[in-house]
């Protein structure tokens, strides 16, 4: 099945890179060459010479209107040379095939069908008045002139069996012509309904971009620039300044994670997300991490615990391995009261390595726990008000699985929150 779709695919083009009128036109090329492969030696066979000779030319015109569209990618040129030639050659055929009483009549009509599934719209009236024309004009010329036309039928039986075979090919053409149309359709539709859906989620993206950029950006700034402008115009006590600047420090804090979260995701929306899988210490590389956030603990005393020797190493990014944990972290200490404590551990399993992140924070909701991991979560707030938009999880999910891991929750209302962040080991350290 997969190779005859192949082969399907290469005769008649893909659909990524051929309009659906492109490759019907292709496919109708196909059908007139192995039509017209049958029809050369029957012309022959029954007597009519003159019709099989046209149907030689008739394959030869084929063919390259075919290498036109199929090779060239030139459709319009192709449809108007097949549509004018083929008219002609049929307009001839019908003199030296009894006119109207041979099976020229018929052929016109199967065309004037190619055409228009084939052809653009926009060139339908077009090609029904060319059909229309020629096909009145060539019954005028017979009615006032019928010694134009030639008898070739040299018996009845003849004139019957042409007729049959005419009638069967048109047939033919009208069902599978009918049945590759509706499927391109269908399946075109289906295209269009994929795309409705990466459309619909590119757009809630940019709205959740600028949802970040129009207010948890914009804000924070806003309060610095307050502050400086009131430190111009008063003299503020040395208690409440120092108290102030603390607060500026979370919120400045907190944005800076948005932005790192923010230009993380964009790069990956227009470059695509790079990933590079090396052997990684865990307890190095995730140090750091826990540096940068103990200041930030200390502020609502909190205590933040890191144990990292039940896992040496596992095999990650390094780069997204700290990302996901700093938002893990973030979050954590961002929905923990003053007081609490946060534990990041690292432990390996039987089959891979596994980092905990688990706060005695509040817990998450039932009814947020679906489209936690998703861009449809709802921008909540942190036990001193620090607001959160929802793209670190989102992306955390991201990069867990671009790094063949996986990231899972468990939390309950009130008692806190355990993430679970799973990677592969090293082959080393399977043994």
């Known amino acids: 099945m997969r190779a005859a779709k192949e082969t399907l695919y290469k005769l008649i083009g893909s659909p990524d ?26 012309s022959f066979s029954v007597g009519l010479p003159e019709t099989g000779w046209i149907c030689t030319v008739l394959l030869g015109v084929s063919g390259y209107v075919y290498y036109l569209n199929r090779i060239r990618k030139k459709m319009v040129a192709a449809l108007t040379i097949a549509g004018v030639v083929i008219t002609i050659l049929f307009a001839v055929n019908y003199f030296f095939n009894s006119g109207m009483s041979g099976a020229s009549l018929l052929s016109f009509t199967i065309t004037l069908f190619l055409l228009l599934i084939a052809g653009p719209s926009r060139h339908s009236l077009f090609w029904v008045l060319f059909n229309l024309t020629v096909v009145l004009s060539l019954l005028t010329i017979e009615y006032l002139h019928p010694q134009f036309i030639v008898e070739t039928y040299p018996t009845r039986l003849a004139q019957t069996v042409d007729l ?21 359709y269908k399946l075109e539709q289906k295209r269009v309904e994929e795309r409705s859906v990466v459309f619909e989620r590119l757009n809630e993206e940019k709205n959740k971009l600028f949802s970040i950029v129009s207010h948890d950006l914009r804000s924070p700034l806003a309060s610095v620039q307050q502050y400086l402008e009131m430190l111009k115009q008063i003299e503020l006590d040395s208690d409440v300044r120092k108290k102030i ?43 750091p991490i826990i540096e940068i956030y103990k200041p930030l603990a200390a502020q609502k005393e909190i205590q933040l615990v890191f144990r990292g020797d039940g896992l040496p190493t596992v095999l990650a990014d390094g780069n997204l391995l700290q ?34 992140v688990k706060d005695t924070g509040r817990g998450i909701k039932e009814a947020d726990k679906p489209r936690l991991f998703s861009l449809k979560a709802q921008p909540t707030f942190g036990t001193n008000n620090e607001r959160g938009v929802g793209l670190g999880l989102f992306l955390c999910k991201q990069y867990a699985e671009a790094q063949q891991g996986a990231i899972w929750f468990e939390s309950q209302e009130s008692v806190g929150t355990t993430f679970f962040l799973a990677l592969p080991l090293p082959m080393r350290a399977k043994n």
């Open 17 to 42: 890179g051929f309009s659906l009128e492109a490759r019907i036109f292709n496919s109708i090329c196909v059908l007139i060459l192995v039509v017209m492969g049958y029809n050369i030696p029957f």
């Open 164 to 184: 049959a075979s005419t009638y069967s090919v048109n047939v033919f053409f009208l069902y599978f012509g009918t049945l590759f149309f509706t499927k391109a």
């Open 245 to 287: 600047e603390s607060e500026l420090l979370v919120g400045i804090n907190h944005t800076q994670e948005m932005l790192v979260n923010l230009l993380s995701w964009s790069t990956g929306q227009m470059r695509g997300t790079t990933v590079t899988r090396t052997s990684v210490n865990v307890s190095a590389c995730l140090k």
């Open 323 to 356: 990302l996901i944990v700093r938002n893990l972290v973030g979050n954590a200490i961002k929905f923990t009261p003053t007081g609490g404590q946060i534990t990041i551990e690292a432990t390996r399993t039987d089959t891979s390595g596994l980092i905990t």
